[in-house]
């Protein structure tokens, strides 16, 4: 049983927030007069931080500059293909680290890349195999690089790079090859790739593993779902039942059973774990990602982080749980580096059962300023607790334990690439985050890069009237930055359980990381429109408030659905908590006229009317979110997510994804990583590590598949 899958944390995939991104137009926010007087000038800086870097870098409070590049003048979106967009993103200060903390920047960075193939195999049993294949085709076909279909066969490899897999990243649906199967056979045997005749078959077949991962309650989730976590003929029952077997009643710091191995059927017909560890399922990668890490301890910041990664060392030699959680609280307790690194098996979204983790890695190097002024919001995290609307028995007496850093990604892989989060929050495991408290982290160089490639066609588009246009140019930004910085410090460490009700994900099975992400999502939604945000001087009026509940409704009720196909329901935990959060309200507020659906010209729009009385409906709806979890109500859970947060009206739908053709933004976006080089001298000995952007995806893929590929073909 994982504890961990329960308190999602990963809050935004930055893949795709089509209308809420498109609001962080923040040049003007540091134009208006009032900004400057009624905000503290550091909060300022941190609120507007990354959106500064274009307005020519007139922020006074901003401690580095890119000093590689002019923001103005770099290319942030490189391509564009199929849903998705490929950007860079910069590292701001990556100049003014010592070289030691770039050589731990850099070992820790080629650690998480080596294991790279850990995630391609974890997403589908037959990805490893068949990335060779286009890498083989890429470099070597000798034929005609042109025509349609060798457009078609570019199209099907970049978002089968894209994806890790053959499978969507977002949407799941395997991707169909828009050539004949003779094409791709001509490809194969021009170029001397190989390819099993039974996996052209699959791919070729949409009625095989058609999903990567299936919540489909109809069916069996475990067999219905393609990721290579569990043997063939396994089903989700057996699943629950091994380990509810492991599970041992009121111990207080379980272990995340499941989270590093494979399910499997043994030669006696029993269920039996094969662990990712040295030696075992996934050594061969395993071995050149500790190498790595064994050079970042040499050159760790401080004893608490070396400590981290010999502890994650140790974790990768023996697969043994207990030491994965001494590493989490190592890792929490290392607050004082500069440079920082997520890497593991972390995230359960690809596991229908949300045990199994998909090994990631981020590194990252903190922005001292920016965090520091996330404290306004830190220390009053009491405050917020006890002014929430919670039943008086599911409000926790004392939190404990936030920490929120913004920071500069340097590199990511695994899980974390090309798609990317743009706020973390870990560890996942419960009693960790209980005992000794969590780290929360905005991505703030991703969100910039974001920013800055995009547009405001969404706004354009799907506003009720100029005023909403207007209040998101103005506030949406910082809106949207708050509801991030609440979400993440207040939202998930707000409310208890009560006493003797099983953790979320054993009593609400399936239902707990959309109802959790909601939860956070409405304790957020719920102070934006609080007089106390003002007078903490985080924001100008409750105007932001305002924006926010705007770009939130107007996404939830509406624009989210272009991210779907025609016929589809919604299965992402986070669409489908925007949706039934957006809708409940919807209904609950329409005796009064809370929020009006008028349509114009054809067009649907959704406009609030009274901010007031949504507060207080997202402020009842987060009561009864709460309830639900502290009770461990899943008849409660269950019918709210499948009223409202499931089933799609095909008409509004099939006009929406009609007028999404107007925005010429792809709806998911996804990245290509900075390259670090190692500059030596006579001797062999590092005396710098440079920076580069490279501008090529399919050429960074390549690379990536010539010097990151450890594991065999099928594992
Ligand atoms: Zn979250």
Same mark, same amino acid.
């Given at each position: 049983?994982?504890?961990?899958?329960?308190?999602?944390?990963?809050?935004?995939n930055v893949g795709g927030e089509p209308?809420?991104?498109?609001?962080?137009?923040?040049?003007?926010?540091?134009?208006?007069?009032?900004?400057?007087?009624?905000?503290?000038?550091?909060?300022?800086?941190?609120?507007?931080?990354?959106?500064?870097?274009?307005?020519?870098?007139?922020?006074?409070?901003?401690?580095?500059?890119?000093?590689?590049?002019?923001?103005?003048?770099?290319?942030?979106e490189v391509d564009q293909f199929g849903d998705v967009r490929v950007i860079?993103?910069?590292?701001?200060?990556?100049? *003014?680290?010592?070289?030691? *903390?770039?050589?731990?920047?850099? +070992?820790?960075?080629?650690?998480?890349?080596?294991?790279r193939d850990?995630m391609w195999d974890q997403n589908y049993r037959y990805n490893l195999q068949v990335r060779r294949a286009l890498e083989k085709i890429l470099g070597d076909y000798?034929g005609e690089r042109a025509g349609a279909n060798w457009d078609a066969f570019m199209l099907y490899a970049k978002q089968i790079f894209f994806s890790n897999g053959i499978h969507h990243h977002y949407g799941m649906d395997k991707f169909t090859p828009g050539f004949p199967r003779e094409y791709l056979e001509q490809l194969i045997s021009g170029s001397?790739a190989a390819l099993d005749t039974k996996v052209v078959d699959i791919l070729f077949d949409p009625s095989v593993d058609a999903k990567k991962v299936s919540l489909d309650?109809d069916k069996d989730v475990v067999l219905a779902s393609a990721v290579n976590f569990y043997?063939d003929?396994?089903?989700?029952?057996?699943?629950?039942?091994?380990?509810?077997?492991?599970?041992?009643?009121?111990?207080?710091?379980?272990?995340?059973?499941?989270?590093?191995?494979?399910?499997?059927?043994?030669?006696?017909?029993?269920?039996?774990?094969?662990?990712?560890?040295?030696?075992?399922?996934?050594?061969?990668?395993?071995?050149?990602?500790?190498?790595?890490?064994?050079?970042?301890?040499?050159?760790?910041?401080?004893?608490?982080?070396?400590?981290?990664?010999?502890?994650?060392?140790?974790?990768?030699?023996?697969?043994?749980?207990?030491?994965?959680?001494?590493?989490?609280?190592?890792?929490?307790?290392?607050?004082?580096?500069?440079?920082?690194?997520?890497?593991?098996?972390?995230?359960?979204y690809n596991d229908p059962?949300?045990?199994?983790?998909s090994?990631?890695?981020?590194?990252?190097?903190?922005?001292?300023?920016?965090?520091?002024?996330?404290?306004?919001?830190?220390?009053?995290?009491?405050?917020?607790?006890?002014?929430?609307?919670?039943?008086?028995?599911?409000?926790?007496?004392?939190?404990?334990?936030?920490?929120?850093?913004?920071?500069?990604?340097?590199?990511?892989?695994?899980d974390?690439a090309p798609s990317t989060?743009?706020?973390?929050?870990?560890?996942?495991?419960?009693?960790?985050?209980?005992? +000794?408290?969590?780290?929360?982290?905005?991505?703030?160089?991703?969100?910039?890069?974001?920013?800055?490639?995009?547009?405001?066609?969404?706004?354009?588009?799907?506003? +009720?009237? *100029?005023?909403?246009?207007?209040?998101?140019?103005?506030?949406?930004?910082?809106?949207?930055?708050?509801?991030?910085?609440?979400?993440?410090?207040?939202?998930?460490?707000?409310?208890?359980? #009560?006493?003797?009700?099983?953790?979320?994900?054993?009593?609400?099975?399936?239902?707990?990381?959309?109802?959790?992400?909601?939860?956070?999502?409405?304790?957020?939604?719920?102070?934006?429109?609080?007089?106390?945000?003002?007078?903490?001087?985080?924001?100008?009026?409750?105007?932001?408030?305002?924006?926010?509940?705007?770009?939130?409704?107007?996404?939830?009720?509406?624009v989210q659905l272009r991210r779907l196909k025609l016929g589809d329901q919604v299965e992402e935990a986070h669409m489908r908590?925007?949706?039934?959060?957006?809708?409940?309200?919807?209904?609950?507020?329409?005796?009064?006229?809370?929020?009006?659906?008028?349509?114009?010209?054809?067009?649907?729009?959704?406009?609030?009317?009274?901010?007031?009385?949504?507060? #207080?409906?997202?402020?009842?709806?987060?009561? #009864?979110?709460?309830?639900?979890?502290?009770?461990?109500?899943?008849?409660?859970?269950?019918?709210?997510?499948?009223?409202?947060?499931v089933k799609v009206?095909r008409a509004l739908h099939e006009e929406v994804l009609k007028r999404a053709e107007n925005i010429k933004t792809a709806p998911y976006a996804g990245f290509i *990583?900075?390259?670090?080089?190692?500059?030596?001298?006579?001797?062999?000995?590092?005396?710098?590590?440079?920076?580069? +952007?490279?501008?090529d995806f399919i050429g960074q893929m390549l690379?990536y598949g010539?010097?990151?590929?450890?594991?065999?073909d099928t594992?």
């Amino acid at each position: 049983m994982v504890l961990g899958g329960i308190v999602a944390k990963r809050w935004i995939n930055v893949g795709g927030e089509p209308g809420k991104r498109d609001l962080r137009l923040g040049q003007v926010y540091i134009r208006p007069a009032e900004y400057r007087t009624t905000m503290p000038r550091p909060l300022l800086a941190l609120l507007i931080l990354p959106l500064l870097m274009s307005c020519g870098g007139n922020a006074p409070d901003k401690p580095v500059k890119n000093d590689v590049l002019a923001a103005d003048t770099f290319k942030w979106e490189v391509d564009q293909f199929g849903d998705v967009r490929v950007i860079r993103y910069t590292v701001p200060g990556w100049e *003014q680290l010592t070289l030691q *903390q770039k050589k731990l920047a850099y +070992y820790l960075s080629m650690a998480g890349l080596s294991g790279r193939d850990i995630m391609w195999d974890q997403n589908y049993r037959y990805n490893l195999q068949v990335r060779r294949a286009l890498e083989k085709i890429l470099g070597d076909y000798k034929g005609e690089r042109a025509g349609a279909n060798w457009d078609a066969f570019m199209l099907y490899a970049k978002q089968i790079f894209f994806s890790n897999g053959i499978h969507h990243h977002y949407g799941m649906d395997k991707f169909t090859p828009g050539f004949p199967r003779e094409y791709l056979e001509q490809l194969i045997s021009g170029s001397g790739a190989a390819l099993d005749t039974k996996v052209v078959d699959i791919l070729f077949d949409p009625s095989v593993d058609a999903k990567k991962v299936s919540l489909d309650r109809d069916k069996d989730v475990v067999l219905a779902s393609a990721v290579n976590f569990y043997g063939d003929d396994i089903n989700a029952k057996e699943v629950e039942a091994f380990y509810k077997a492991k599970a041992q009643p009121g111990d207080t710091t379980p272990l995340s059973y499941g989270l590093n191995s494979k399910l499997v059927r043994g030669a006696d017909g029993k269920l039996k774990e094969e662990v990712w560890h040295i030696g075992g399922m996934y050594g061969a990668a395993l071995e050149e990602v500790v190498k790595w890490l064994q050079k970042a301890a040499e050159v760790a910041e401080n004893g608490q982080q070396r400590k981290a990664i010999e502890l994650l060392i140790e974790f990768y030699r023996t697969g043994d749980l207990k030491t994965w959680d001494a590493f989490n609280i190592a890792w929490v307790q290392d607050t004082g580096g500069t440079v920082d690194f997520i890497q593991g098996f972390v995230e359960d979204y690809n596991d229908p059962l949300g045990k199994r983790g998909s090994f990631e890695s981020i590194v990252e190097v903190i922005d001292p300023v920016a965090t520091k002024n996330m404290e306004v919001i830190q220390k009053n995290a009491q405050w917020f607790e006890d002014h929430s609307p919670l039943l008086p028995e599911h409000k926790k007496k004392k939190v404990v334990g936030i920490t929120y850093s913004f920071i500069n990604a340097v590199n990511e892989a695994g899980d974390a690439a090309p798609s990317t989060p743009i706020g973390v929050n870990l560890p996942n495991a419960d009693w960790i985050r209980k005992v +000794y408290g969590s780290k929360s982290i905005s991505l703030g160089n991703i969100i910039e890069a974001y920013d800055k490639s995009s547009g405001q066609g969404s706004l354009k588009e799907f506003c +009720y009237d *100029q005023a909403e246009i207007d209040r998101a140019v103005k506030y949406g930004s910082l809106g949207d930055n708050l509801h991030t910085a609440l979400h993440e410090v207040v939202g998930h460490a707000s409310g208890q359980l #009560e006493p003797g009700v099983g953790n979320p994900d054993a009593t609400l099975k399936s239902y707990a990381s959309t109802l959790e992400e909601g939860r956070a999502d409405l304790v957020a939604l719920y102070f934006l429109m609080d007089p106390k945000m003002v007078e903490l001087g985080v924001m100008p009026s409750l105007e932001v408030g305002k924006a926010e509940y705007d770009s939130y409704i107007r996404n939830g009720l509406m624009v989210q659905l272009r991210r779907l196909k025609l016929g589809d329901q919604v299965e992402e935990a986070h669409m489908r908590n925007r949706q039934w959060v957006s809708a409940w309200a919807y209904e609950k507020g329409l005796p009064d006229s809370v929020i009006v659906k008028t349509v114009r010209d054809g067009k649907t729009y959704f406009h609030i009317r009274d901010y007031e009385k949504l507060r #207080e409906i997202f402020g009842q709806l987060l009561r #009864e979110v709460q309830r639900i979890k502290s009770q461990g109500d899943y008849q409660a859970g269950h019918d709210l997510v499948e009223n409202y947060g499931v089933k799609v009206d095909r008409a509004l739908h099939e006009e929406v994804l009609k007028r999404a053709e107007n925005i010429k933004t792809a709806p998911y976006a996804g990245f290509i *990583q900075p390259n670090l080089v190692p500059v030596t001298d006579a001797n062999g000995e590092i005396t710098d590590i440079k920076i580069g +952007y490279p501008e090529d995806f399919i050429g960074q893929m390549l690379d990536y598949g010539k010097r990151f590929s450890f594991l065999p073909d099928t594992n």
